[in-house]
């Protein structure tokens, strides 16, 4: 069975940095897209980054130069890496995978995680 689990959200400072991970199982992560959604009390779920199944990789704009997304292939897991960070991302954070998922729609992603949340304080 499929699964997708996210690990590493917490509290932080603004300006700080997090590493937020997203192990999968029931299936190879190399075969497929991957990305980051958040979605704040209120607010519809937005993708962050994602990253295709080549490993080409798109961000959403407000967080470029400061989020990177990556695959492990080794260990089948899926990071991001936040920096700088803003009150304004507060949120849960999610990972999913589709097969030939690049982007920002949610209906692209067959696999979702439970989320995992992220505080940021001012």
């Known amino acids: 069975q499929e699964q997708l689990v996210e690990s590493g959200g917490g509290s932080v400072q603004a300006g700080g940095s997090l590493r937020l991970s997203c192990a999968a199982s029931?299936?190879?992560?190399?075969?497929?897209?991957m990305g980051w959604f958040r979605q704040a009390p209120g607010k519809e779920r937005e993708g962050v980054a994602a990253?295709?199944?080549?490993?080409?990789?798109k961000y959403e704009d407000s967080v470029k130069d400061r989020f990177t997304i990556s695959k492990d292939k080794a260990k089948n897991t899926l990071y991001l890496q936040m920096n700088s960070l803003k009150p304004e991302e507060t949120a849960m954070y999610y990972c999913?995978?589709?097969?030939?998922?690049?982007?920002?729609?949610?209906?692209?992603?067959?696999?979702w995680g439970q989320g995992t949340q992220v505080t940021v304080s001012s």
């Open positions: 990253i295709d199944n080549e490993g080409r990789t």
């Open positions: 999913a995978a589709g097969r030939w998922a690049y982007g920002f729609w949610p209906h692209e992603y067959e696999f």
């Open positions: 029931g299936y190879t992560i190399r075969n497929y897209g």
